[in-house]
């Protein structure tokens, strides 16, 4: 497989080299308060591995026979059989040397089939996609992981990231694993269970007086003064090409199946242009035809996107303030990306209120057994509020929540939920 970079709103082409984050030309037009200019993707070309050749040739999993589990081998497991199908690899198709990666188990997490929930909800094809099983609780993992393995690749030793929690305690669990020195800029108001992982990681830590945006620009202003790797989230392209990997598990897991839905918790965007990107790639390999329906799912004190999509544009900031801090953000750095992806694949967004993230939680929580923290509870959230308005997904359809972290990340707002 070859890999390069290409800029999503010129289409200018870059090798994939330290110090490259953002095209020349475009973003030379970045202007105030709004998501980065010329933010870069990577490109694949080429065949597809032999043993995702395998997959283009298989045929599909009955859905009755989608496995419930997936395990850290590499295997599919299906419920109600003996043998187990072998997986394609993964890693194959990123663009980064397998021997690089750090050794710790990131990706491979379960894809529930929460059979009292479905039956609650009348939906016999929903899935929960348990991010929380991450090393550190989080899909952030996916990103660090694959910004791990390039600074292994280029012999670089400083990672230097932003982050509201999630992004900097994975940054600094993968960084333990990979011998990497992480800097991270956190903002004071964080949770204080993401403080702690990054600390007990080893972690230098920089608590910022303000929100997201601040620890932001002051995590590139040191970059741009000191140098190191930016692992921000939207700035580095591998970001985004870390956390497809979660789209690739999803279509194998469904037995080679696209589903019809997926619910995704979204701040910055970024997460929801990785989902975008993985199975825009299977399009490109030939490997699926179809790309499926994402609902971009925001709180209401921080939805940019959400007006965005609605406006066709971006307009003026709206200082967010939410209880799901993993996706609480002023300016979405990634929200070109993300906007782009939701006109040209018919995605949709839905808001919810901190009141409906914290009742999901509880209810998610006591109906599948998945303590999820409030941004993952977004998407169960946005859910409820699909089928309340008479949106919600037909009986049969094949619908993943994707749950991106653990509720034991924030226990202070999950005991509000509980005491209300």
């Known amino acids: 497989m070859n890999f390069e970079y290409s800029c999503i709103e010129c289409g200018n082409s870059y090798p994939i080299a330290i110090g490259r984050y953002l095209c020349d030309n475009c973003s030379s037009t970045q202007g105030k ?174 608590r910022v007086d303000g929100g997201y945006d601040t620890a932001f620009d002051m995590s590139l202003a040191y970059v741009a003064e000191r140098g190191g790797l930016s692992r921000n989230t939207a700035h580095n392209p591998l970001t985004v090409e870390g956390k497809k990997t979660v789209s690739l598990e999803i279509f194998l897991q469904l037995g080679r199946r696209t589903p019809d839905l997926i619910y995704v918790p979204t701040g910055d965007g970024v997460i929801l242009s990785g989902v975008y990107k993985g199975f825009e790639d299977l399009v490109t390999l030939g490997l699926t035809d179809a790309v499926p329906t994402l609902v971009c799912v925001q709180a209401k004190g921080s939805a940019a996107i959400s007006r965005a999509h609605e406006d066709g544009e971006f307009g003026l900031i709206h200082p967010a303030a939410t209880i799901a801090d993993s996706i609480s953000v002023d300016v979405p750095r990634g929200g070109f990306f993300a906007l782009d992806r939701l006109k040209r694949h018919g995605g949709r967004c839905v808001t919810v209120s901190d009141e409906a993230i914290l009742a999901a939680q509880r209810r998610l929580s006591a109906s599948s057994g998945f303590f999820a923290e409030p941004a993952a509870a977004a998407a169960f959230a946005g859910l409820l509020a699909d089928i309340d308005s008479g949106s919600g997904p037909a009986a049969g359809d094949l619908v993943v929540l994707l749950l991106t972290g653990s509720g034991l990340k924030d226990i202070a707002t999950a005991l509000k939920g509980v005491q209300s």
């Open 33 to 206: 308060d709004e998501p980065l200019r010329g933010l870069l993707e990577v490109r694949l070309s080429g065949d597809p591995p032999r043993d995702w050749m395998a997959v283009e040739r298989g045929e599909k999993t009955p859905v009755s026979d989608i496995g419930a589990c997936w395990d850290r081998s590499g295997r599919v497991l299906n419920p109600g059989r003996a043998e187990s199908t072998p997986c394609p690899d993964i890693r194959a198709l990123l663009p980064v040397r397998k021997d690089c990666l750090p050794p710790i188990p990131v990706g491979g997490t379960p894809l529930w089939a929460p059979t009292r929930l479905r039956r609650d909800l009348g939906l016999d094809g929903l899935f929960l996609k348990d991010e929380g099983a991450n090393p550190t609780g989080s899909l952030k993992d996916r990103a660090s992981y694959l910004v791990a393995g390039f600074a292994a690749e280029h012999e670089l030793e400083d990672v230097i990231v932003a982050s509201t929690g999630n992004a900097g305690s994975s940054m600094a669990g993968i960084g333990a694993a990979g011998n990497l020195h992480v800097r991270l800029y956190l903002p004071a108001s964080a949770p204080e269970a993401k403080m702690v992982q990054a600390l007990q990681y080893g972690a230098d830590l920089i």
